[in-house]
């Protein structure tokens, strides 16, 4: 009977880093929302930086969980719930990561493209974003190219960032630039993209400014070619 509690009676404060690390990637694992979410907060006050935090506990745990969705250990149902636990620890790292006390140094729209519902990546970027500086307006999940369009047009941005997981729904973002370009309305903003499947080489294939491998590339690659813009 102790045994099968074993579990529950898992003390986490008295775990050393390592142990609570690795203990946080099984309870993301299995989808235990409260224990991530008590497991970083215990991280933080152990002086763990938040980028730490999410980088070594919380991305390295939704790594682990993707290699076994990917060999059919692990079906949608139990995926979802490790994100609701991903999410549960980010929403503690949030203000960490989006601290900050300068004046919005530029604006950016991102969204996930059209038949894709993957947004921990894409929230992350826009947390990380704002952490930086950035007035984010995070459109979601599945957003067709009006949606890209309406939100270019009401919030006037300097960049547009897009994200997708999947190969079926990465090629969208042609469609949303070629769009752009149609319209004549290209080269208004820098364009980023970025997702788990895509690459350098594709990200100019679609005519993208820059691709970006994570969310702290892209926070730089903004800086980067906003202050290019800037300067031209
Ligand atoms: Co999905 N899924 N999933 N999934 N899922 C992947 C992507 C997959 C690689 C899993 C696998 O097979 N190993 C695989 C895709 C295979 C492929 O296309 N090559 C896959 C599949 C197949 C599917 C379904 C089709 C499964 C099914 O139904 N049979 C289905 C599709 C649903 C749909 O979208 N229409 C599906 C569903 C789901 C869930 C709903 C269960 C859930 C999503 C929950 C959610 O997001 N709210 C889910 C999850 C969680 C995953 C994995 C396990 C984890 C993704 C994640 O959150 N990673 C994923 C496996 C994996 O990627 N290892 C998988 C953590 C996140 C921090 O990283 O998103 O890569 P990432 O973001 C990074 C960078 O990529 C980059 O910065 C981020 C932070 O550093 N980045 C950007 C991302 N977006 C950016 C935008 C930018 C810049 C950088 O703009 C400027």
């Given at each position: 009977m102790?045994?099968?509690n074993?579990e529950?009676?898992?003390?986490?404060?008295?775990?050393?880093?390592?142990?609570l690390?690795?203990?946080m990637?099984?309870?993301?694992?299995?989808?235990?929302?409260?224990?991530?979410v008590?497991?970083?907060?215990?991280?933080l006050?152990r002086?763990?930086?938040?980028?730490?935090?999410?980088?070594?506990?919380?991305?390295?745990?939704?790594?682990i969980?993707?290699?076994?969705?990917?060999?059919?250990?692990?079906?949608v149902p139990?995926?979802?719930?490790?994100?609701?636990?991903m999410?549960?620890?980010?929403?503690?790292?949030?203000?960490?990561?989006?601290?900050?006390?300068a004046?919005?140094?530029g604006?950016?729209?991102?969204?996930?493209?059209?038949?894709?519902?993957?947004?921990?990546?894409?929230?992350?970027?826009?947390?990380?974003?704002?952490?930086?500086?950035f007035?984010?307006?995070?459109?979601?999940i599945d957003?067709?190219?009006?949606?890209f369009?309406?939100a270019?047009?009401?919030?006037?941005?300097?960049?547009?960032g897009?994200?997708a997981?999947l190969?079926?729904?990465?090629p969208y973002?042609?469609?949303?630039?070629?769009?752009?370009?149609?319209?004549g309305?290209?080269?208004?903003?820098?364009?980023?993209?970025g997702g788990?499947?895509?690459?350098?080489?594709f990200g100019?294939?679609?005519?993208?400014d820059?691709?970006c491998?994570?969310?702290?590339?892209a926070?730089?690659?903004a800086q980067?070619?906003?202050?290019?813009r800037?300067?031209?």
């Amino acid at each position: 009977m102790a045994d099968e509690n074993y579990e529950d009676d898992i003390d986490l404060s008295a775990l050393p880093d390592d142990e609570l690390v690795e203990q946080m990637h099984d309870d993301l694992y299995d989808g235990l929302r409260e224990e991530v979410v008590e497991g970083t907060q215990i991280l933080l006050d152990r002086g763990w930086t938040a980028t730490k935090v999410l980088d070594e506990a919380l991305v390295e745990g939704m790594r682990i969980v993707g290699i076994d969705f990917r060999d059919g250990i692990l079906f949608v149902p139990e995926v979802l719930m490790s994100a609701n636990a991903m999410k549960g620890g980010m929403e503690i790292l949030r203000p960490l990561l989006a601290e900050t006390g300068a004046q919005p140094i530029g604006k950016m729209v991102i969204g996930t493209v059209k038949g894709d519902i993957h947004d921990i990546g894409k929230n992350l970027v826009a947390m990380m974003m704002e952490g930086a500086g950035f007035e984010v307006i995070n459109l979601g999940i599945d957003n067709p190219v009006e949606n890209f369009l309406e939100a270019i047009e009401e919030h006037k941005p300097d960049i547009l960032g897009m994200s997708a997981l999947l190969t079926t729904t990465m090629p969208y973002m042609k469609v949303v630039i070629d769009t752009l370009v149609e319209k004549g309305m290209r080269d208004d903003f820098i364009v980023l993209v970025g997702g788990a499947p895509l690459n350098e080489e594709f990200g100019k294939a679609v005519g993208a400014d820059a691709y970006c491998r994570d969310a702290a590339v892209a926070v730089e690659t903004a800086q980067t070619l906003i202050a290019e813009r800037r300067a031209a």
